[in-house]
């Protein structure tokens, strides 16, 4: 068994690429700060004193939330654009990101967005908090 762990970290020692990417990481500042992912990360029961790791998870985690949106805004530029009479508005071509579009892209990556309730449509709309059943 001691075998097995001298010959992965052998094989980590002998990967220059994957020595000088890890070390990389070091100089690296992602765009998701270290404090956040060490929060979230801590928040799921994961410890690591290793700050490489860290800027490892930011990293993906940076590239997740990029290619969401950027699918988000083929979704958004697929939809059919509102039917304008006005000359000025026509000429104003801002896209307008809608949580349908955000939700369709997420959906490819496996992760399902539930909309949440209106407050005008919850059952207990306009009944003083100190009196409701709940």
């Known amino acids: 068994m001691n075998h097995g ?3 992965g970290e052998a094989k980590h020692e002998d990967d220059p690429a994957l ?6 990481l070091m100089d690296y500042t992602p765009t998701i700060p270290d404090d956040l992912v060490e929060h979230y990360l801590a928040k799921s029961g ?3 004193p290793d700050v490489r790791l860290i800027r490892l998870v930011a ?14 805004l083929q979704h958004c530029k697929a ?7 006005d000359k000025k508005q026509q000429k104003d071509k801002r896209l307008i990101l809608t949580m349908e579009d ?3 892209a997420l959906r490819e990556y496996g992760v399902n967005v539930k909309h949440p309730e ?3 449509d919850s059952p207990s709309t306009g009944i003083d908090p100190a009196t409701r059943e709940e």
Do not use: G, I, M, N
Not at 79 to 85: G, N
């Open 46 to 48: 994961f410890q690591c």
């Open 79 to 85: 939809r059919p654009a509102p039917v304008v009479k």
């Open 118 to 120: 209106y407050f005008a």
């Open 5 to 7: 762990q001298q010959s």
């Open 102 to 104: 955000l939700s369709k």
């Open 59 to 72: 990293v993906a985690t940076q590239k997740f939330v990029a290619d969401v949106a950027s699918d988000a």
């Open 19 to 24: 020595t000088e990417f890890l070390a990389s």
